[in-house]
């Protein structure tokens, strides 16, 4: 069993892992802002932890996530705030949740990004440029910390049921992968600690999570 710390633990994604990982039997807890959120999270399964990704200090965070196995980030603005918002959550955040994992001694740290053709063929607004900017950014900032680190990278969020068949690799076509589905290969990569220091690209396919995730561990490749 594992004790995952979410951050962005009330978002879209972080809700769907919590209740799965609480299904398989791991202790989730939860980051969340908003009062009204915790009874929530609490039925899904997981643990509470109240705390502000914007007012948090690094110290503190860290007493926060002390004892976790692995850190989650899924938190990011969603285009909500404009630029500031995006610098601060998806930027700042992310680098704060780096200091505090590496200062709580959490050995593992799980980031969810961006696929890098997410805005390709399209007019991109001045926000969605900052914001894949600064994504790129903070997988940088990640890459080169001390933290055995994986960053996941999907394709175009949607909310239709998972199908739990997805395709990873270094560089695969773009494409759409349920918002379950990668809460799923996010808790893959939890059971499989061996795939290490890898950048993975996300989308939906024909191989189940579980056998797609094994690959890079059998092989160093995907499958």
């Given at each position: 069993m594992a004790r995952i710390f979410i951050i962005g633990g009330a978002?879209?994604?972080g809700r769907r892992l919590?209740?799965?990982?609480?299904?398989?039997?791991h202790q989730a807890l939860a980051l969340y802002r908003a009062p009204s959120q915790a009874e929530e999270l609490r039925a899904l399964g997981a643990?509470?932890?109240q705390g502000d990704l914007l007012q948090l200090q690094a110290g503190e965070l860290a007493a926060l996530m002390r004892g976790s196995d692995v850190v989650v980030f899924s938190a990011g603005a969603g285009g909500k705030g404009g630029t500031a918002m995006t610098d601060a959550i998806d930027g700042k955040g992310l680098e704060l949740a780096v200091a505090a994992a590496t200062a709580a001694?959490?050995?593992?740290f799980l980031l969810v990004s961006a696929f890098p053709e997410a805005g390709r063929g399209k007019h991109l607004s001045d926000t969605f440029e900052n914001y894949m900017a600064v994504k790129k950014r903070a997988d940088v900032h990640?890459?080169?910390s001390p933290l055995d680190w994986v960053i996941?990278?999907?394709g175009t969020l949607v909310d239709s049921t998972g199908s739990g068949r997805v395709r990873t690799g270094p560089a695969i076509p773009y494409g759409e992968v349920p918002r379950d589905d990668v809460a799923s290969t996010l808790l893959a990569l939890i059971d499989m600690p061996a795939v290490s220091r890898e950048i993975i690209e996300l989308t939906t396919g024909d191989e189940p999570v579980a056998d797609s995730i094994g690959r890079w561990i059998r092989s160093g490749k995907p499958g």
């Open positions: 978002g879209k994604i919590a209740e799965q990982a609480a299904a398989g039997g643990e509470p932890v001694q959490v050995p593992r990640l890459a080169e996941l990278r999907p």
